[in-house]
């Protein structure tokens, strides 16, 4: 009995063990289908291992570790063959000219040499107004394209606007052309002849002129207004004589300059010009035939249609507040103005609506500044360790820019940092831009309806390259900025090489200058050959693209950039002179011609 029942109370324990035992067997159908998944993969493994181990017993080379080697490819011929290293062929031709070789070579070498054998004017934009291309029926030009008119034509200045545009010849006369000019004559026309002229500057209606001896004219823009208004009596060489001016024309040379005082520089806007005289004295002019200028542009407070002295509307008067300081350069947009004095200070003035003044100013109740105030430059520096100037200063539209040379002071950190203290005294080269940035003119990778304190363009501030001549490393500043509208050309004074001749290496190429667009791009004026805007400046191909295919042995697709030609002595047309390529924007429209 006793046995019995050991053996029947020791089953229940037997039975917990076991239970105990397989405990981890699922408790839901999915664990379980996920376990028999498991098992099922462990078997088939386990029976490929076993297969392979028999086959390699049975073949002899069973081994329990492997030899570990580099197999050598198989001579199949399915198997890839080796890579075949090709070299760039050389683009030196076989037979060829040293010329020939250069321009092969060198785009930029074939784009100078093409600008020196035949000078003239490339131009593109919009052309309804028949000032890009007279001659063709498109109104928009979306390449650049060759005036058969300028073909070897060189010329002292260029100004274009949308309607009608303007020259000046290389002996001095004035040409004028455009559908506001004339709707039935097409070809561009010498208006005001024998006045030495050296610079224009257009407005709204007229054309500003300035003679070489300081004398400033002005035309209208119309040919029918020059023939019927009224004629100027005109000095003869002949003494006692004189006569009647072909065209009509206005001197409006201020009348209180010094004795040997003269207006040396013209900068105009679309109803304003500003005369400066070689004192540094600056001088304002309603420059337009139907509105007075009324935004403050003219730097004199209270001035009015009513209030103007007696006289002609577009006397000059004196900008009194810019009294003493001696200015160096002046720059106009469409209602504002810009000064720079000799000491490298900035006076702004008139609308600031879209903040073109740089002084910070956005309230809506304020946007007009009758007198002339001064931008916060130094404020632009706070905190950088570096002394600014302003070298220079450009307008157009409702957008201002200044070029700064900022030069490296020493700071706290230079007593413990070496490095910090080699560069006291460097001198790096800034571009600031203010006003309307909306279609990308500011160039400084935003678009923004105000910009009312100067911003960095970061593309073209703090760069360097090397000298080769000075051999020593030097700050790229800029040559030239051309503003139009709400387009922009920026021609950078970076080192370029013209003196490539017969006497020297095949491989010694000519380069110029570099040149960016950005901005509108409404009517193609940038050149892209697209009609996107741009905010960031930009490349654009080379100018005369038929050459670089045909004489350079480029393919139609390749893109090589624009250079502008800097100035050299060249051989033309039997005689020796000085030109360069110069880059003008307009409203809507684009230019590059051969200056002198």
Known sequence: MITGRTATRAAPSLLKTRHYHFAFRPATPYAARRQSHFLRSLALVTAVVSAATTYQWLNGDFKLIQDVHADAPAASSDQPSLAEIVFEKAIKPKNATKAQTRDQISSQHLQVRKSWENPGVWSWGANDGKVVAPDATQTLIRNPKWSSYFNGKLLRDMKISRTFGAAISENGDLIQWGSDFSKENKDPVVTLKGKNLKSIVLSKDRVLALSGNGEVFSLSASQEEQLTGPKVTESSWIPGFSSISSVSYRNITPKELGVREKITQLAGGLEHALLLTSSGRVFASASGSSDYPAKGQMGIPGLTWFT?????????????????????????????????????????????????????????????????????????????????????????????????????????????????????????????????????????????????????????????????????????????????????????????????????????????????????????????????????????????????????????????????????????????????????????????????
């Open 308 to 596: 103007r002295p007696k006289g002609a509307y577009d006397a000059p008067l004196e900008i009194q507040a810019l009294h003493g300081f001696k200015i160096a350069q002046v720059a106009a947009g469409d209602y504002h103005s810009v000064a720079l004095d000799r000491q490298g200070r900035v006076f702004t003035w008139g609308d600031n609506q879209r903040g073109q003044l740089g002084i910070g100013e956005t309230s809506q109740e304020t946007t007009i500044f009758e007198s002339p105030t001064m931008v916060p430059v130094t404020k632009m520096y706070a905190g950088t360790s570096q002394t600014p100037v302003v070298t220079k200063v450009f307008a157009g539209g409702n957008t201002t820019f200044f070029t700064v040379d900022a030069t490296r002071i020493a700071s706290a950190q230079d007593a413990d940092d070496p490095r910090s203290r080699a560069l006291i005294g460097r001198v790096s080269s800034d571009v600031w831009a203010c006003g309307h940035g909306i279609w990308g003119q500011l160039g400084n990778g935003r678009w923004t309806h105000v910009q009312a304190l100067p911003t960095k363009i970061a593309p073209f501030s703090g760069l360097f390259e090397y000298d080769e001549k000075a051999r020593k490393s030097v700050p790229i500043r800029m040559r030239d900025i051309s503003v139009g509208a709400n387009h922009v050309a920026a021609t950078m004074n970076n080192v370029t090489y013209v003196e490539a001749t017969d006497a020297t290496n095949e491989n010694d190429t000519n380069w110029g200058a570099d040149v960016l667009f950005f901005g509108n791009n409404e009517f193609f004026q940038l050149g892209t050959g697209k009609r996107n805007n741009v905010v960031t400046p930009t490349y654009i191909n080379s100018l005369d693209r038929s050459s670089e295919v045909k004489e350079g042995k480029r393919a139609k697709g390749e893109v090589h950039r624009f250079h502008a030609t800097p100035m050299a002595q060249v051989k033309h047309d039997g005689r020796w002179v000085k030109f360069e390529q110069r880059v003008v924007c307009g409203r809507g429209v684009t230019a590059v011609y051969s200056g002198v």
